[in-house]
């Protein structure tokens, strides 16, 4: 099959299950784990807010443009803390309200390491998987992402706010008590952010559909530069992986790609 490639979707069960999506079709690819796959970029690159078609594309498959002039894109989603739509120069007050104007978590996760991190109400468990999260635990809830975001901060003086990738694909994660780390967490905050804790934790866990047989190099895969024809060993987070490397699925969404397994 041949479309426009776009991030993997995915349902929380044990293992979690993947679906790849290219165009308008979909390929369960739980079933297809231990096959080979082969995944080429035909040279055509389009927008996934827009559409339209362009040489390069920016931050997950958007064109300039769109870069320039959408909220999901401003450098706010990325650093939360510079949330300015207080000050009345958000670039679309609608997604503003809906987006960033509403409940937000604060939570720890592990992916490589224990870490900490933010997202919308209802969004977490999608939130925890896209990071290829094994384990995870909601620590504290607050009205908007701005506050989300200066929790955060507070939070990452001694916690990482990243997952090292690398650590990831491979399968190496350092052992942690979330549950244990959380309370120590909540002891460490100022008291004007101990309000926003949540009264209790509680811990959740996530498996991956991954052979343990091989272990993949610690290799991003560039489909613009790289056919891939290799035997899927799993995936984790937006990451296909491979004995050569890993495929971040969702860095490449926006691009035409072939899509074959044997």
Same mark, same amino acid.
């Given at each position: 099959m041949d479309g426009i490639l776009k991030a993997l979707n995915h349902r929380v069960q044990e293992p979690v299950f993947y679906e790849l999506l290219v165009g308008d079709q979909t390929q369960a690819l739980n079933p297809l784990i231990g096959h080979t796959l082969r995944l080429e970029f035909l040279g055509e690159k389009q927008c996934v807010a827009c559409g339209r078609k362009v040489k390069k594309l920016y931050q997950g498959g958007y064109c300039f443009p769109c870069v320039t002039t959408l909220a999901e894109t401003d450098l706010c989603i990325v650093k939360p803390h510079e949330c300015h739509f207080h000050l009345g120069t958000c670039r679309d007050e609608e997604y503003g309200r809906t987006h960033c104007m509403i409940q937000h978590y604060v939570y720890l996760a592990v992916s490589s390491q224990a870490k900490v991190g933010l997202t919308r109400k209802g969004r977490e468990f999608t939130r925890w998987v896209d990071q290829?999260?094994? $384990?995870? *635990?909601?620590?504290? $809830? *607050? =009205?908007?992402?701005k506050l989300a975001g200066e929790l955060e901060m507070e939070i990452a003086k001694n916690l990482p706010d990243k997952t090292n990738w690398r650590h990831l694909v491979q399968g190496i994660t350092t052992e942690v008590d &979330? &549950? =244990?780390?959380a309370n120590v967490t909540k002891n460490s905050l100022p008291k004007s952010m101990q309000g926003y804790v949540l009264p209790e934790f509680t811990l959740h866990k996530f498996t991956y559909p991954v052979l343990e047989s091989i272990t993949p190099k610690a290799k991003s895969i560039d489909l613009e530069k790289n056919t891939i024809e290799s035997v899927l060993l799993g995936v984790r987070g937006q990451y296909l992986l491979f004995e050569q490397g890993a495929v971040n699925v969702k860095k490449h969404a926006g691009m035409l790609c072939k899509v074959d397994f044997k």
């Open positions: 290829g999260a094994n $384990q995870a *635990v909601l620590l504290a $809830q *607050v =009205d908007t992402r &979330l &549950l =244990d780390l």
